[in-house]
């Protein structure tokens, strides 16, 4: 035998059998991606779909933008045979009720809907809709008994009374009658949180969570937010309660069905429970919105000639305004154009999204309710149906906001004028602290503003933050302005204090003397030393000036990148304090790090 021949033919063969198994592997990638791409594509689809349904059905789960993650979980069974449950019937909704069993069977053809509903009256007029219809509390457990009648389900939804007792004991009460492999949602967990949700110690939030910490297994979490994360829990040690022990031996994932909006959901909190919250989550939740607000630039609404300019100017957020920079017999010429504007142009419905504002006048005046009735209205609707969502400014601001009355009528009045509009979820709005007594009301306007958003309005509102109106402010409490501002020190301090605890945006006041660029500068840099946002400007001269002082300098960004490099090195060998260039560094100068490079990665997104 050829010695060379023999060992040229085994390597020859081995070569080929390596090919073989490469294509073969490839083979399989390409059948695994292809699955992969097919799963998303049928997830989007489906969440398309039901955002469409909800819509359509004027259910609240539009508005807290379930879709999402029904689409994602109930998406790929949809047109299975499937049994859901679903606690609540929405009676008490200013949506009417019903909205969400109409959007489950177009959503979900081929299932059965049965319906646990405690407003009797309400309930027997959905009789027909129903498969099962069970009339009682869902706290009662005599009545989830009755509900064995018809389980097992394969979809359970929560959508009753969202209090602690109700969402535990149903959690409790029903999970026995959900089939194996099957799903239990419970909607709205951050009522928990709420005054009025507080009727029992134990919270259907925190069974969830005490359940995450027994399994103490990061993959029972479905992750809904970046950045929140739960904390290290390895080092929590307790018993399962008895009625937890079935929960415990049969869950087999959890996901927090909190709404998507999960700044609502913090904001709402407010201080009250957060000791709950922090032991959870990670300190850093990122709650200022998505985009920044350095320079607002004021445009009076009337003034064909400036209107003309807005899309040339790279200021973050343009205010059309129909307020003080428009004179009373203007007001209407106002509101007309900037409707116009919304109508017509394309170029402000694709960059809708905080940078076009309206300012309106205050609150409670009929000026105001003009304003609203006018610009918040959809004069095109008619035409195509599906471009109307663009329609609406995204943000609003109020002025002269003194109490949290206001704050009521603002609401009600947004409300009622644009309920046919369902494209308006979470509008965006800031207030004006702009007197002695709305600095002084200042937290009770923000938590009257956060718990009606949250509770009444379900997250349609969404205060965003708030702007000294500093010269009304010097005209109220008779101080005169001076150039360093000192007579501004407490307001603007408190007023950043204020909006800072609630993870609010503070715009700082106007610097009206346009020309005197030096002197912006130097009132640009105060205010962002102070903690300020961003700032009014009133003239396009002024916005690079601003932006420039309201974006953190190279030098600052190279801190706080070494700093946060520096912190994750001596976190992990175990020191809580360390000097870092000269200076001592621990969790509030990390904190102070972090927000300077959120500020930059916003500024590079627009
Ligand atoms: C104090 C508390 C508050 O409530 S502040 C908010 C209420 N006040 C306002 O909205 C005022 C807004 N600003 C203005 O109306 C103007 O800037 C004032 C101050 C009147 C000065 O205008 P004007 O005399 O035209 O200035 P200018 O000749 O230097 O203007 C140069 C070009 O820029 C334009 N411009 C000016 N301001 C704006 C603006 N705010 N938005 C858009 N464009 C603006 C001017 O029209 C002028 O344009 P052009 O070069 O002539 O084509
Ligand atoms: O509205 C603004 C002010 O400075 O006053």
Redesign the pocket.
Known sequence: MNKPKIFFGFNLFIFLVCLFTLYKNYEKSLYLLNIELNRQEQTNKSVEELKKIFKKHGTDKYFHKYYNFYGKFIGPIRNEELEVLEIGLGCGMIYGPGKSLLSWKEFLPNSKISILEYDRNCALKFKNQTKNLFIGSQSDFNVLKELEIGSPFDIIIDDGGHSRLQQTRSLIGLFPYLKKGGIYIIEDLYYSFTQEANDSNRSAFDVLTKLLILFNNPSFYYDPVPNFKLNKIDTFNFDIEPDLKYLYENVEFIMFSIRSNLKTLIKSIGKQKYLTFSSLSNPEINLTASYPSRAC????GN?S???S??FA?NADCVVL?C???VALNKKSEAREKIRNLFDTDQRIQNNIDGKFTVRINPAETSLAFEDIKTIFTIKHEIKDKNTTSNLLPKCIFIPKTNNARQIGWLFETLHEQTKQFKDLDNLNMFFYMESAISLINLNDIIKTALSLSAEKYHGRFNLEGFVF?S??FCADIGASRTKDSVELTYARQKLVTYCKAYKLKAIDM?Y?D?KDLEGLKMQCEQGARMGFTGK?V????QVDVCQNAFTPSQEKIEWATGLVEAFEYHQKSGAGAFTYKGQMIDMPSLLQAKNILKIIEKVKKI
């Open positions: 630039l004021y445009v009076p003034d000639k400036k209107l300019k807005i100017t305004d307020e003080d920079g109106g010269d009304d106007v009206i346009f009014q009133i003239h396009p001269g």
